[in-house]
């Protein structure tokens, strides 16, 4: 198990690889080109660099996150085999610099979605929230511009101006590609580029869906245990592989967190997981707590020793965190409380091999 951090780049992140080193235990970043539109050519030249600042700062750079799908992709329509082609030869770029892992979604339109990026919590600290009933009344067009509002002034992934502009236009395109169809759609991209893949030595890692229902109508399918289990046999590669986020799939209380890691990383099949803890304000409604189980709902103790007895050795990130201390930046991004649960995860491992090895 390698624990790595998200890091958006210089420009995009006020956070600096010299401080992200001094995170103990930490082996390096999981990053991303930003500025690239979906659907371009990532520039060798352009990760040869990156590459560089990340390494000269004493970190390695064997995890991106994310490569986006183009819309047409997800789609399935004609021009979609133009994005493919450039998205292989997005991974042969990044082999070329020592990625291991590629990390995307397939959630149409959207990605991660939340109601409120700054709840404030009673210990004076803020986190982002969902509630349900917000986000199934309110407009997509409303939902975007209330981000905007609550997002600092970052671009945050998967929000961006541009894909918003659009987004009216683009749900609209979905309401004749039915949810058969949308399975499709990943299995005809996931047979053009696994072989790809294969031959490059860089395993694609899927993250579930957001929260993990639909939203606004759009078909949202990796989200369950059956749903995995099914986009998995799609293409059975070992190279086809997810990324297991607890904060995602746990929004689910259907989804045994313990038991799907067990299942899917004991297979060889995840290749980088999201470690985080959320608190049930209902059966659908949550905000994003402090790691420790105590915090919110999820018994971090049992996720830990179920990657620990699948015998993981892929990348381990904390997902979101609070903003405390004082800090502001991008929202779900801060510095300190991503680096609290990552010295809590490692001391859950550490107490967990030794009890073993005893
Ligand atoms: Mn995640």
């Not at 539109?37 to 390695?60: I, N, T």
């Not at 499709?184 to 579930?208: G, M, R, S, T």
């Not at 790691?291 to 049992?302: E, I, P, R, Y």
């Not at 990657?307 to 892929?314: I, M, N, P, R, S």
């Amino acid at each position: 198990m390698k624990i790595v951090f998200r890091w958006f780049g210089a420009g995009f992140d006020k956070i600096t690889l010299e401080h992200i080193r001094q995170i103990p235990g930490i082996s390096g970043v999981v990053t991303s080109l930003m500025d690239i539109p979906v659907g371009e050519v990532w520039p060798l030249e352009r990760l040869k660099a990156l590459q560089k600042q990340v390494e000269d700062a004493g970190l390695a750079l064997e995890v991106i996150e994310s490569v986006n799908i183009h819309e047409d992709i997800k789609l399935g329509v004609p021009t979609r085999d133009r994005y493919i082609e450039a998205y292989i030869q997005t991974m042969k770029h990044l082999s070329q610099i020592g990625v291991k892992v590629i990390c995307y979604n397939f959630m149409p339109v959207l990605d991660w979605v939340r109601s409120e990026l700054a709840r404030p919590l009673p210990d004076g600290s803020n986190t982002m929230a969902y509630n349900h009933d917000y986000v199934m009344k309110i407009d997509p067009q409303m939902l975007s511009k209330a981000v905007g509002e609550q997002s600092n002034g970052y671009e945050l992934p998967g929000w961006e101006p541009d894909r918003l502009k659009e987004m009216a236009a683009t749900i609209a395109k979905y309401q004749t590609v039915t949810e058969e169809q949308y399975w499709q759609n990943i299995k005809y991209f996931l047979d053009a580029v696994i072989p790809w893949a294969e031959k490059y030595d860089v395993k694609l890692a899927i993250h579930p869906d957001d929260p993990p229902w639909p939203i606004f109508g759009l078909p949202r399918v990796i989200n369950s245990r059956d749903n995995i289990r099914r986009f998995l046999e799609l293409n059975n590669s070992p190279y086809n592989g997810i990324t297991l986020c607890t904060g995602s799939l746990g929004s689910d209380r259907a989804n045994d967190l313990p038991s799907l890691i067990r299942e899917f990383a004991g297979e060889g099949r995840v290749h980088f997981a999201h470690v985080r803890n959320l608190k049930f304000e209902s059966d659908k409604d949550f905000f994003e707590s402090a790691h420790l189980s105590s915090c919110g709902s999820f018994d971090m103790f049992a996720i830990v020793k179920a990657f620990y007895d699948a015998k993981f050795c892929g990348y381990i990130r904390t997902d979101h965190g609070r903003m405390i201390w004082g800090e502001t930046g991008r929202p779900g991004y801060g510095l300190y409380d991503r680096a609290l649960g990552i010295t809590y995860i490692l001391g859950l491992w550490e107490a967990i091999d030794k009890i073993e090895s005893y």
